[in-house]
């Protein structure tokens, strides 16, 4: 399925069981616009987004700044929506992982990773992933939809209510970072990924800077240049291989989107310089891509590109075809990164033990019988047909 095809795939209807419109993840005109069908003043519209998106109010009820018969007439026409936290999950080393519940039953999980400056909120984009991606949980389930503007946008209002973050507080907030990094190819669904950021962005309401948001993309080059341009957010590339031949099979996207074009693209993406650098993902298989060639093979793969590389440990999930590269394996892979003038940290897994870390993400838990790995393959032929 073409990147366009999947932006216009899968709507969700925006109205709930009372036949009440939704509002979260309506633009400012669109908000205007729903003041007005009611017989309200444009203003309003200016009012409710500070209610919702400063204030994190659920509830009309308590728009204090707006009189009585005003409130009751947007409650009568309007909800402003969270998803059910169906699972709350804790890790020992503080990560948490929320399982979500959209209206139609759909699930997602979002990660929020506390760190000692700040704070990073892993989003979704999609119900499962039409790709799959070897090393990735989330690449063995069939995509189910795309998830809307309001959807995306609501993983981060919820991770608000949790962490009781409305409004910001004044000593430094626990969410001040979003990766595009959950389920899902964010640029497949890239009109309602961007309406959602934009909405993030704006400085009256979430407001969280284009510099604390980094999209991460498994390679859709036609999408990546129109991110930088309208978004204009950090970007994260998907790498994992430095071979067509290996990367054909550990992402398959790259049978559609060779290396040649994804490294151009990378070039061509707007605003990069040497304080503003494409993040490489590069997860270690061990005996697949941890070699000191392919750590030299990936410094000639960067040339010309500002370029940071986040080297991923492998993150084990049942069934994995992989194993996680030895730490020595790891240290001279990046030493040697490292010494071509490329920053390559090792990523420290996060969560494991909630299944929460990075290639873990899955809406439900399994533990493998033959059938269901049977039909896992199936699912993951069919995928692969549609990038032939
Ligand atoms: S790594 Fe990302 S793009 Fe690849 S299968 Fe997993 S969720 Fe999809």
New binding site residues.
């Given amino acids: 399925m073409s990147a366009s095809n999947h932006a216009n795939a899968f709507a969700l209807p925006a109205v709930d069981a009372d036949g009440r419109k939704n509002l979260v993840g309506l633009s400012r005109d669109e908000l205007e616009a729903e003041m007005l069908s009611i017989g309200l003043e444009k203003f309003r519209a200016r009012q409710l987004w500070h209610w919702i998106y400063h204030r994190g109010a659920t509830d009309f009820a308590v728009m204090t700044t707006l009189a009585k018969p005003v409130r009751e007439k947007m409650a009568d026409h309007y909800a402003i929506a969270r998803p059910t936290v169906v699972k709350d999950l804790k890790s020992t080393d503080g990560t948490r992982k929320w399982l979500l519940r959209m209206p139609d039953g759909q699930e997602v999980e979002s990660v929020h990773i506390p760190e000692e400056d700040r704070g990073t909120l892993c989003v979704s984009s ?1 119900v499962g ?5 070897r ?5 063995t389930q069939r995509l189910v939809r795309n998830l809307d503007a309001s959807e995306i946008l609501a993983q981060v209002m919820l991770a608000r209510d949790m962490l009781d973050e409305w409004p910001a507080p004044p000593d430094g907030r626990m969410l001040s970072n979003i990766v595009m ?5 964010p640029l497949f669904n890239y009109e309602n990924v961007a309406k959602a950021l934009k909405i993030v962005m704006d400085g009256d309401g979430i407001s969280i800077s284009k510099r604390r948001i980094t999209l ?3 390679g859709v080059v036609p999408a990546m240049r129109r991110c930088g341009e309208e978004l204009n957010v950090n970007l994260a590339v ?1 790498l994992h291989a430095v071979t067509d031949e290996l990367r054909d099979i550990i ?1 398959p ?1 790259n049978r559609k989107y060779p290396l040649r074009d994804l490294m151009a693209a990378c070039r061509d993406y707007p605003g990069l310089s040497n304080a503003r650098r494409i993040t490489f993902e590069y997860v270690m298989l061990k005996g697949i891509n941890d070699t000191p060639a392919d750590a030299r093979a990936l410094v000639k793969l960067l040339e010309g590109v500002p370029a940071k590389i986040n080297l991923i440990p492998f993150n084990p999930w049942p069934g994995a075809p992989y194993e996680r590269s030895t730490d020595r394996a790891i240290q001279v892979f990046g030493d040697l990164v490292n010494n071509a003038g490329y920053a390559s940290p090792v990523r420290t897994p996060r969560g494991e033990d909630i299944m929460a870390a990075c ?1 873990q ?1 899955r809406s439900e838990s399994l533990r493998l019988t033959a059938a269901e790995r049977a039909a896992i393959d199936k699912v993951i032929a069919e995928k692969d047909a549609e990038l032939a």
């Fill in positions: 999609q992933c039409t790709l799959t991606c090393f990735c949980h989330t690449g990094m959950g389920m899902g190819e991460s993309t498994s998907s992402m996207i290639g993400l």
